[in-house]
């Protein structure tokens, strides 16, 4: 028999995949829409105070982690194959709807947010759920933006300055997207919130 599947071993990748409930369904759009609206009070923050940053404007990308937080808070409290790119997407879908700039791309940067932290899941065989693997998920999902930034929105830039942008985006990625996420997984457990899932264990 399978140690993936003797009673008590770890379960494995595809018993995870097929063991989706209803709730997980649920909470999943839950999280997807509330942070949908987030990303979407987000971006108008972000396009308000970027006139602050004009004599230096790589520096902004220290508060781009807050994109970061939908894919990996998914997969943290979740934890089944697919929760990361499931919030990522939906919660970018509903910021789009909202009026979020860059219309059907934000659904595509959501994609590559919620797929890069959940390939870290996976590596980790969905059996690691602490603050490193967080952060891990986290600086994942900030590659995203760091590189299409680079190549479409800063390309007149110089190789200095979207240097130190992509490396300040990775680091509010691991740091928000990571680290609150973590934080924000264990707070919903201790709050009782998280009662159906393992996360409510730690």
Same mark, same amino acid.
């Given at each position: 028999?399978?140690?993936?599947?003797?009673?008590?071993?770890?379960?494995?990748?595809?018993?995870?995949?097929?063991?989706?409930?209803?709730?997980?369904?649920?909470?999943?759009?839950?999280?997807?829409?509330?942070?949908?609206?987030?990303?979407?009070?987000?971006?108008?923050?972000? +396009?308000?105070?970027?006139?602050?940053?004009?004599?230096?404007?790589?520096?902004?990308?220290?508060?781009?982690?807050?994109?970061?937080?939908?894919?990996?808070?998914?997969?943290?409290?979740?934890?089944?194959?697919?929760? @990361?790119?499931?919030?990522?997407?939906?919660?970018? *879908?509903?910021?789009?709807?909202?009026? *979020?700039?860059?219309?059907?791309? &934000? &659904?595509?940067?959501?994609?590559?947010?919620?797929? /890069?932290?959940?390939?870290?899941?996976?590596?980790?065989?969905?059996?690691?759920?602490?603050?490193?693997?967080?952060?891990?998920?986290? #600086?994942?999902?900030?590659?995203?933006?760091?590189?299409?930034? *680079?190549? &479409?929105?800063?390309?007149?830039?110089?190789?200095?300055?979207?240097?130190?942008?992509?490396?300040?985006?990775?680091?509010? %990625? #691991? /740091?928000?997207?990571?680290?609150?996420?973590? /934080?924000? @997984?264990? %707070?919903?457990?201790? +709050?009782?919130?998280?009662?159906?899932? +393992?996360?409510?264990?730690?």
């Amino acid at each position: 028999m399978d140690t993936a599947t003797r009673p008590g071993a770890t379960p494995g990748v595809l018993e995870l995949a097929r063991s989706w409930r209803t709730v997980d369904l649920v909470v999943a759009a839950v999280i997807g829409v509330t942070m949908g609206v987030v990303f979407w009070v987000w971006g108008l923050l972000w +396009a308000a105070t970027g006139p602050l940053f004009a004599v230096f404007p790589p520096a902004q990308a220290l508060f781009y982690g807050v994109w970061m937080l939908a894919g990996v808070l998914g997969g943290l409290v979740i934890r089944k194959p697919g929760a @990361t790119v499931m919030t990522s997407v939906a919660a970018a *879908a509903v910021s789009m709807m909202l009026g *979020a700039q860059g219309g059907v791309t &934000v &659904v595509f940067m959501g994609l590559g947010q919620g797929l /890069l932290p959940e390939l870290v899941f996976l590596a980790l065989r969905y059996r690691y759920w602490n603050m490193g693997a967080a952060i891990l998920a986290g #600086a994942a999902a900030g590659l995203t933006p760091a590189v299409r930034d *680079a190549l &479409v929105d800063h390309v007149t830039w110089q190789l200095s300055h979207n240097l130190i942008y992509g490396g300040l985006v990775l680091f509010s %990625a #691991a /740091l928000v997207g990571g680290v609150g996420a973590r /934080l924000l @997984t264990t %707070a919903l457990a201790r +709050a009782g919130a998280l009662t159906p899932f +393992a996360s409510a264990r730690g």
